[in-house]
């Protein structure tokens, strides 16, 4: 089957930060799109431009010929993917279910095995770009799974992403997005500093970050986030509490590897304390708040 915008119903659950400029591109592009929330004020906007809203997962999945989900937590994906009402128990009969929420590896291979159990078609695709990228369609899209599968659902990938990589079987996209995750957590606490530091010494920090992007210093986090920190903007694009949750999975599939991460620990420990100052709710560049407060 074609996956063209005349003949696939796209059906698409979780349309919070970064999700729903991501349903928004699929919209645009003239696909059929059925959105699933807990409540319809929260798919609001992408209801008043056509999309169709369900009330629960089933009714969503029975409809739809994809479904794309970016929820919070692996525990939200094991409920929506595996549960007695959820994706793989009621989804059409060869239907391509593509989770985009950063996960669990090893909850992305029994969503695989279950998925093909049933005839279905299942891919771990996590992002990463934050709001920016999901605003401008350039994510970076880290996919696992079939690469027959991973071909079908290509066209919908590009209305999402500009970065679009096959990484392997099942659960290689999410072992993908676990190594991004490791190099924006030591990353984030050297932008911080950095600028902590420039602020100290009397440096005005935005002349510093013209220097400095450009240069072998330079990273999305430093151009997209530094200037969130110097001006003190803490709104996310991407939330501390999840981030926190991607670095303890992270920390988990190490462990069990028998990989040392000692900078992804000290990070994790340092977003923690975040949290537990009120700050989980904010965006990741809230972590400056360590080094300069308010």
């Keep these: 089957m074609s996956l063209t915008s005349e003949n696939t119903v796209v059906g698409f659950i979780g349309t919070g930060v970064m999700g729903k400029s991501m349903a928004k591109h699929i919209q645009n592009a003239g696909y059929a799109l059925h959105v699933y929330t807990r409540t319809p004020s929260k798919a609001e906007e992408l209801i008043k431009e056509g999309a169709v809203w369900h009330d629960t997962v089933a009714k969503l999945a029975d409809v739809c010929d994809v479904v794309i989900t970016i929820v919070g937590y692996p525990k939200d994906v094991e409920e929506v993917y595996l549960g007695a009402d959820g994706l793989v128990a009621n989804a059409k009969s060869g239907a391509y279910l593509i989770d985009m929420t950063t ?24 992002v990463s770009g934050g709001d920016i990228g999901a605003r401008n369609g350039k994510l970076s899209i880290m996919v696992g799974g079939d690469s027959g599968d ?18 392997g079987k099942a659960g290689a996209g999410q072992h993908t997005k676990m190594c991004n995750q490791i190099a924006i957590a030591a990353n984030m606490m050297g932008v ?5 530091y420039a ?7 935005n002349t510093v970050l013209k220097s ?3 240069g072998a210093a330079g990273s999305w986090s430093l151009s997209n986030l ?3 920190m110097i001006a003190g903007d803490d709104e996310p694009g991407f939330y501390v509490k999840h981030f926190i949750k991607d670095m303890g999975i992270a ?3 190490a462990k069990e590897m028998g990989l040392d991460t000692p900078a992804l620990a000290l990070s994790e420990s340092l977003y923690k304390e975040l949290a537990d100052k009120g700050y989980e709710d904010k965006g990741t560049q809230a972590l400056f708040k360590h080094w300069i407060e308010d």
């Design 103 to 126: 996960s669990s590896p090893q909850l992305a291979e029994r969503i695989y095995e279950a998925s093909v159990t049933k005839g279905l078609h299942a891919l771990d695709a996590p």
């Design 199 to 205: 602020k100290t010494s009397g440096l005005d920090a």
């Design 226 to 228: 530094g200037p969130r």
């Design 150 to 167: 991973f071909e079908a659902v290509r066209p919908l990938f590009e209305l999402m992403g500009g970065n679009i990589v096959l990484q």
């Design 251 to 253: 920390l988990a599939a």
């Design 212 to 214: 400095i992007e450009t």
């Design 192 to 196: 911080c500093e950095a600028l902590a």
